[in-house]
DNA sequence: CCTCCATGATATACGTCGTATATCTACGAT
DNA sequence: ATCGTAGATATACGACGTATATCATGGAGG
């Protein structure tokens, strides 16, 4: 393979979610990001196919942070996996919208829902709810981190006070369908 | 007022929805609005001021439907209020993402939330959880007419079994405020 | 060591977008 | 009849995504 690459996918995506944080999703474009790099904006074309690509990427790189791990309690990984996107809502809410537009399919969203699957088991929720229920909290964890991006709380005390307030109320609705099933 | 005006605010409001929802929002653009109106793109300009006008027009109209009949029991309100949003979301696939962007603070959205206070209060929730209720509420319902809108659910089946699940679930918890106040 | 050639960067160009600006048009009030 | 003005048009500019063609470079085969 000749011709050194001057530029990886590694560093545009880095770069492209730096310049979109600071001048948002519509200021996001190939030819800033080349500008940045020190490169043609046709250079990028090679290492993420195209706009379309680009922003995937950044959608990956949102989703890709470390799983809760494994050998906590179900509650405590559940509780982790939200912080986990509310995090990232925060850390970029300009760029945050993409997950909801675009359906994420990636190995990281399809690898968190197994997560959530295996917790719920443990919890005792009866395997034929485990699928619905599971809809039910990333739909309002998603929804939660998207408002918290779009600025829709006063502070992060009262985003943590709601989203605290929901865990409860989610906690006890696993826990009447585990005793359901015994 | 001199000259006649060819078109209305509404006419272009009309005819944009119209257009995003065959084009989706990436293919909705000024000119073609004008296209379709018979006008000059600039002409648009009067009446919706600039392209962000043109989407915040969008976006009250998503909202403004009618409200629930405020005769009604506030729990069917309160189902008919989520129903009214996943109508909008369905007809308007393409559009309603455009909600979960911009933050909705057009009068639809106010009222709408007004009703759900009052339904809240009429459940008997304590007034000093009437907000944070309101918003575990609307932040459940309007994400999960995005995932409704974005294709998430197999079926319309499924989406309205989910949804009354979760329906069902957010009741008692309703009630359990509602206990807990007496 | 020289010669390929595939990989990756560049140069150039096209069509489309939003919209600033200047101009024209035609009614309502005087 | 005149004029001011709301509203439509004409024109143009800069930025965007990206198709296409070309150029540069460095590792593999003789």
Redesign the interface.
């Given at each position: 393979m000749p011709a050194r690459a001057k530029v990886t996918r590694e560093e545009i995506l880095d770069t492209a979610l730096r310049l979109a944080d600071e001048v948002g999703l519509a200021g996001l474009t190939m030819r800033g990001v080349g500008d940045r790099l020190g490169v043609t904006p046709m250079a990028l074309y090679r290492h993420v196919g195209d706009k379309q690509g680009l922003l995937d990427g950044l959608v990956e790189r949102l989703l890709t942070g470390e799983l809760p791990d494994p050998g906590l309690p179900w509650r405590e990984r559940l509780h982790r996996q939200g912080a986990i996107l509310r995090a990232a809502a925060r850390r970029h809410p300009q760029v945050f919208?993409l997950l909801?537009?675009r359906?994420a399919a990636t190995d990281a969203a399809l690898s968190a829902r197994d997560g959530v699957y295996q917790a719920l088991r443990e919890a005792g929720v009866p395997e034929d709810q485990v699928p619905?229920v599971e809809?039910?909290l990333s739909?309002?964890a998603?929804?939660?981190a998207?408002?918290e991006a779009?600025?829709?709380f006063r502070s992060e005390q009262e985003a943590d006070?709601?989203f605290a307030?929901?865990e409860e109320?989610f906690g006890?609705?696993i826990e009447s369908l585990t005793a359901a099933a015994e």
């Open positions: 919208p909801l537009a359906r619905r809809r039910l739909t309002f998603l929804g939660f998207a408002s779009g600025g829709r006070a709601d307030f929901a109320l006890q609705m």
